[in-house]
């Protein structure tokens, strides 16, 4: 028998060790769960319904219409940020942070221009901060948002796609 199934095979017999009572209780608590993410969804569901009506009546969607070429904003520019955590010895992490801007002068179809934003080395203590990477996404949302800011601080206009990378 392979290791794997080995594993599997254990797992089984182990489960079938469980209490009765204890798989009951953990059946009627995934089924209330279950019904509460679907009211949710449902929830979710009906909002973006009443989202998008509102914003179809202020004709904020162009469906199969002609594009006015002189509505379009053909300045783009990409905000993405990055992170790598390394460390933990001690407590002590290191925060290898990053964000960037691409700059599409004229459109998606120009030569995009990449600036660094924003690259620095920060350490994190463990113990000031025992969730790292949320601590770490959080300061990496901060410098991202004080990205935008800066951006729309120059007055230029454009289109600002946020975590750009991911469009990709």
């Given amino acids: 028998m392979k290791y794997e199934e080995l594993k599997e095979l254990l797992?089984?017999?182990?489960?079938?060790?469980?209490?009765?009572?204890?798989?009951?209780?953990?059946?009627?608590?995934?089924?209330?769960?279950?019904?509460?993410?679907?009211?949710?969804?449902?929830?979710?569901?009906?909002?973006?319904?009443?989202?998008v009506d509102v914003l179809c009546s202020k004709?904020?969607?162009?469906?199969?219409?002609?594009?006015?070429?002189?509505?379009?904003?053909?300045?783009?520019?990409?905000?993405d940020g990055s992170f790598q955590l390394v460390g933990g010895v001690g407590g002590k992490w290191y925060l290898f942070l990053s964000v960037t801007r691409i700059l599409f002068k004229n459109g998606l179809e120009?030569?995009?221009?990449?600036?660094?934003?924003?690259?620095?080395?920060?350490?994190?203590?463990?113990?000031?901060?025992?969730?790292?990477?949320?601590?770490?996404?959080?300061?990496m949302l901060t410098v991202e948002s004080k990205t935008i800011l800066n951006w729309g601080s120059k007055g230029i206009k454009s289109v600002v796609l946020q975590n750009f990378i991911n469009f990709f």
């Fill in 11 to 51: 797992k089984r017999i182990e489960f079938n060790k469980t209490e009765p009572e204890t798989l009951t209780k953990l059946i009627e608590s995934a089924q209330k769960k279950g019904e509460r993410a679907q009211r949710e969804l449902r929830n979710l569901r009906n909002l973006t319904g009443k989202i």
């Fill in 110 to 139: 120009s030569e995009p221009e990449v600036e660094v934003f924003w690259a620095d080395i920060d350490e994190i203590d463990e113990q000031d901060n025992p969730s790292i990477r949320l601590a770490a996404e959080e300061k």
């Fill in 59 to 79: 004709d904020f969607f162009r469906i199969n219409n002609k594009i006015n070429e002189s509505e379009v904003e053909k300045f783009a520019v990409g905000i």
